[in-house]
């Protein structure tokens, strides 16, 4: 198995998450007594993995692997928020964030993580991108190292104010300046100059524009590897009460993909 492709993780990752999932269980996943499990641990692990990676439906990954849809729904609702608690300690807090961005310049971006429209939850229509989902802010040093992705927000909040909703703001405060898209004026210091009312720009802000999105090339790429778990590029199917917990998870699997063995 190609496991960075279908996982997300490589072989020496799948198998210490599948450690911490072990000694986080509170009780044996096959135990002797009983109808023996379908699908050993290390499968499991690799189904939920595989879930969060490609957000394929149950139906496909229960035939990937000779399982059954109620099996693969069996193992995303338990071992997802497994996933998510062990892998936690990889996601960086407002502290760490802060300690990384001292003495440096960062760059902001927001992204919007899609998902069904669910009737009783209008908050989650963003009308700039479209669609339903929630608002995810990111912060990377210049050269693209990740520093931040903060706690996912519904939909409907614009950028200017998930940067202040959320942390970003404390840890743009705590650099030596911030590089941002238009949407976030009046919040970062150096953001692309909008084209006046029944106007045009000048030939140095159109420079100056081009200049500054050369500069926030990095952060595009930072929100296209995330969004590489299609958990959070493509909509989400399962019931509101449960998204939660698989962003965390993949967040958890994204930090730990680039940082564990990597040492």
């Not at 993995?49 to 139906?59: P, S, V, W």
């Not at 009783?120 to 229509?125: K, R």
Request: glycine share 6%.
């Amino acid at each position: 198995m190609r496991y960075h492709r279908t996982t997300g993780l490589m072989l020496s990752q799948m198998q210490e998450l599948v450690r911490r999932v072990q000694n986080a269980l509170t009780s044996p996943w096959s135990k002797k007594t009983g109808r023996p499990k379908s699908c050993g641990l290390y499968r499991a692990v690799e189904v939920a993995c595989m879930y969060l990676r490609q957000n394929c439906t149950q139906e496909f990954l229960g035939d990937l692997r000779d399982i059954s849809q109620a099996t693969v729904s069996r193992i995303t609702s338990v071992l997802v928020p497994i996933v998510k608690a062990v892998l936690e300690e990889f996601v960086p807090d407002v502290e760490n964030a802060i300690r990384m961005v001292k003495g440096r310049a960062v760059l902001v971006d927001g992204a919007i993580t899609p998902c069904w429209s669910y009737a009783e939850h209008p908050e989650l229509w963003s009308r700039k991108k479209g669609t339903t989902g929630f608002n995810a802010q990111l912060v990377s040093l210049l050269d693209g190292f990740v520093v931040y992705v903060s706690d996912p927000l519904p939909g409907k909040t614009h950028d200017a104010a998930a940067f202040t909703e959320t942390s970003v703001a404390e840890i743009v405060q705590n650099s030596c300046g911030a590089i941002a898209d238009k949407g976030y004026q009046g919040h970062v210091e150096a953001t692309p100059r909008k084209t006046p009312p029944r106007g045009e720009l000048s030939k140095r802000d159109k420079e100056c524009n081009a200049e500054i999105s050369a500069l926030r090339a990095p952060i595009e790429r930072v929100v296209a590897h995330v969004k590489n778990w299609k958990i959070l590029h493509t909509d989400y199917r399962r019931p509101y009460n449960t998204y939660r917990d698989a962003y965390d998870a993949a967040r958890g699997l994204f930090f730990f993909s680039i940082t564990w063995g990597f040492e």
